[in-house]
């Protein structure tokens, strides 16, 4: 077909796309999980706290993308960047957030107290009991809040296409644009399997990451 | 639980919540853009209309269809197809909507129709997974009795199956549901109106007041559409097995 | 009123077949406990099973009332008997009230019917009906869900009752409440019913006749006192226990040994015992004083009569020549 020549064609730009992407999906989360995690750890203190926390991130879930930028734009633009790369990564390390803060949040909370009894009782500190039993227990559950978090943002970078951060979603755009299928569909595609790839990838970290002698997590 | 507790514990949340949307108001008023989104008045009421149409569509179509699947996947006879099938239907929920929409495009062209096929495929995904997950943690043993009480299949799914899932389905619901109103601005793109005219031309003509006066709305519409189904959620399910209302 | 003919189950496993029930036959008599006991795997849940159609069997047959389940639609046949699991099995999504009814909706009983038979069967449980109607599976103890469990199954009065280890998941306390209050329940009732365990106390203390089974096999099929007088083979003496002469002390009352003798001496320091005790509980008696003898009473403190070693020890030997 067609799209087959097109993309065999254009692989260079659409290696560059994904380059762009994954810059944008990548530090966002990294900065999320940065962020995110210790947030969610130090939300386990307070239940009040924890509450708030994860109700005012999930009504910034609820809103839409590109409702999103529309909102940081007109920030942003007063320090100059209004458009391009920085709403993006700011709008996706806020939606990366929630998961992982939910999913750091309910992990530590989810580790049986006996454990931490035990912990205490052999003389550990908060924050040795933290590193060598709470969160190489939470990990796994840690971990699927970053893929979750990953694949929602693969689809906030593509609509960032349209305030110009670039990404696959530009194939998507001119393809609307132009009326051209074939870029369609080498979009579509695309970010279609970027986005499995990235799950999987994911899922055998996390897999990889589950400490031995807990059971295997259903994926 | 002590009632009092509990209102308490909840209701804190929605008082940060009232205190940004304050803070954002007077934000707004302040820097003179509130007058510039007003202007637009008209436009707003006329695509939000639009807007809730995509959204009534191609949501009531998708838990019709999600639900009907997701029940479809769960019989005894399904259990060799069902596993495959729930892993395609995950590897096609992470395909970003964007793509999805892409594809519709690409084989229905441009207009509502294109639209609404593909919200529906977007918004049905997660209804068929939460509905299956949900009926298949119901308790073997519980159908067993069910069974052994002399109860017909079609009874056991409708008086024991559902009711014990339905939690978790309008979980699933609530979530799609919420992302298809997110979503539905972006259909402005393949032709199918709504809200999200103010915001790309808004974004295209850097007009900050239209861009916001597109925003704010298809915010604040997601967010009543979340309340509305968590109420469903609250209402809909059993007292029995509503951690919602546990006693 | 049930018979079971060369009744049999077989599945196909990737390791060949498997037997799970062989040519089991055995009668249970209207108004009858019968007990199916043995070690887990031995085919007693799945003959159960197969009395309401749960399981299909390869081969024999079930008459119940002198029809055979064959020629009964399987559903209607099991809204005629009542099935208690050991999970319980109460609906979390539907109140108390409303889980008792659910066979008799199926049936189409009206609403007022049935919320009357269900505060009925409360009585009858002793769980307050103003109390517990209206509550919810997720609100209740393990043994009032248990008692629950049993008023549902009784429901529509079914003649029937399977109960598959239904009292397994409450703690021994409960455990020995809820079966004496079952059984005097049962002494009101005279329901025919099939009881699966493998705690041969249980067995002892509940059955009529006992069916237990090694391997899928009915072994031997007979009341508690003569199973463990005479145990058909090796495998049921060492299942029954080899304190067996002890569990039959619990089978006996007093006052089926007792030498009657209203003026007998009632000693201050000694524990009295009543007609209605066992005899494992004299036995005891008699070891934890030292005694040889002891007086009965009745519930006003008047003398009865005496009990003694020897009079247990020859009603012993009584049963063992018979």
């Excluded at chain 2, 569509?57 to 495959?84: N, Y």
């Excluded at chain 3, 199926?106 to 505060?119: H, M, S, V």
């Amino acid at each position: 077909m067609e799209t087959l020549a097109f993309i065999l064609h254009n692989l260079p730009a659409i290696g560059e796309r994904t380059l762009e992407h994954l810059s944008i999906v990548s530090v966002a989360v990294g900065v999320a999980i940065v962020t995110g995690v210790p947030l969610g750890i130090a939300i386990t203190q307070s239940r009040r706290t924890a509450d708030t926390v994860l109700y005012l991130g999930s009504i910034v879930m609820t809103i839409p993308s590109i409702a999103l930028f529309g909102i940081l734009i007109p920030i942003l633009s007063k320090i100059g960047h209004g458009i391009g790369w920085l709403p993006a990564v700011i709008a996706a390390m806020l939606y990366a957030q929630l998961p992982i803060v939910r999913n750091t949040y309910t992990a530590i909370r989810n580790v049986d107290p006996a454990l931490r009894s035990a912990a205490d009782g052999m003389g550990m500190s908060v924050s040795q009991r933290l590193a060598r039993v709470e969160i190489p227990i939470a990990l796994p559950v840690i971990i699927a809040g970053v893929r979750v978090a990953v694949v929602i943002n693969i689809g906030v970078t593509a609509i960032a296409a349209y305030i110009g951060a670039g990404g696959l979603g530009t194939f998507i755009s001119r393809g609307i644009s132009q009326s051209d299928i074939r870029q369609l569909i080498t979009g579509a595609l695309a970010l279609g399997l970027l986005a499995i790839a990235a799950d999987y990838a994911l899922l055998w970290l996390q897999r990889r990451l589950t400490p031995k002698g807990l059971a295997p997590r259903a994926a | 639980m002590n009632t009092a507790a509990t209102s308490a514990r909840s209701r804190s949340p929605y008082w940060a919540l009232l205190a940004i949307a304050l803070a954002i108001a007077w934000g707004l008023y302040a820097s003179g853009l509130a007058a510039d989104i007003l202007r637009y008045r008209k436009d707003i009421g006329y695509l939000t209309k639009q807007h809730l149409t995509l959204v009534a569509i191609s949501g009531s179509a998708a838990i019709v269809f999600g639900v009907g699947i997701g029940i479809w996947l769960s019989r005894p006879w399904m259990a060799r197809w069902a596993e495959s099938a729930i892993q395609a239907v995950n590897m096609l929920t992470s395909i970003p909507t964007l793509g999805k929409l892409a594809l519709m495009m690409s084989f229905l062209g441009i207009g509502p129709l294109p639209a609404i096929v593909g919200l529906w495929i977007a918004t049905l995904l997660p209804i068929i997974r939460n509905t299956y997950e949900g009926i298949r943690i119901v308790p073997a043993h519980l159908t067993d009795a069910a069974r052994g009480m002399g109860m017909a299949p079609t009874t056991v799914l409708l008086r024991i199956e559902l009711p014990n899932a339905l939690f978790v389905i309008l979980a699933g619901v609530r979530t799609a549901m919420a992302v298809n109103v997110g979503t539905a601005p972006i259909a402005f793109l393949i032709g199918g109106g709504g809200l999200g005219e103010l915001i790309f031309t808004g974004i295209d003509l850097q007009q900050q007041g239209m861009m916001l006066a597109g925003a704010i709305p298809t915010a604040l519409l997601a967010v009543a559409v979340d309340f509305l189904f968590g109420q469903a959620q609250y209402w809909l399910v059993p007292r029995g097995v509503n951690p919602l209302r546990a006693t | 009123m049930i018979r079971l003919e060369a009744l049999t189950k077989t599945y196909a496993t990737p390791k060949g077949s498997v037997t799970a029930v062989d040519g089991v036959n055995f009668e249970v008599r209207e108004g009858e406990i019968c007990v199916l006991l043995g070690p887990s795997g031995c085919g007693k849940t799945t003959t159960l099973r197969m009395i309401n159609r749960l399981v299909i069997p390869t081969s024999g047959k079930i008459y119940l009332r002198g029809r055979d389940t064959d020629s009964v639609d399987p559903v209607e046949l099991r809204r005629g008997i009542g099935y208690v699991i050991q999970q319980i099995g109460l609906f979390p999504n539907m109140s108390v009230a409303e889980n008792i009814g659910v066979v008799p909706r199926l049936l189409g009983w009206d609403a007022a019917r049935r919320r009357r038979r269900a505060e009925e069967l409360l009585s009858l449980l002793a769980l307050p009906p103003a109390e517990f109607a209206d509550r919810y599976p997720s609100e209740l103890s393990g043994g009032q869900a248990q008692r629950i469990g049993v008023a549902r199954a009784l429901a529509v009065d079914p003649p029937v009752l399977l109960m598959d280890e239904p009292f397994a998941a409450l703690d021994p306390v409960n455990r020995e409440a809820i079966q004496d209050e079952f059984l005097r329940m049962q002494r009101k009732l005279r329901k025919t019913i099939l009881f699966v365990s493998h705690d041969i106390d249980e067995a002892v203390k509940m059955a009529d006749r006992i069916a237990i089974f090694h391997s899928g096999r009915l072994v031997q099929f007979a009341a508690p006192d003569e199973m463990l007088a005479k145990p058909a083979d090796a495998f049921v003496a060492s299942f029954v226990g080899s304190d067996r002469t002890l569990k039959r002390l619990r089978l006996i009352r007093v006052r089926e040994v007792m030498a009657s003798a209203v003026d007998a001496r009632i000693d201050a320091n000694l524990p009295a015992v009543s007609p209605d005790d066992d005899l494992r509980r004299v036995a005891a008696l008699f070891l934890e004083h030292g005694v040889e003898s002891l007086t009965c009473v009745d519930a006003a403190g008047r003398a009865l009569g005496v009990v003694t070693r020897e009079a247990v020890a020859r009603r012993l030997a009584l049963e063992d020549s018979q």
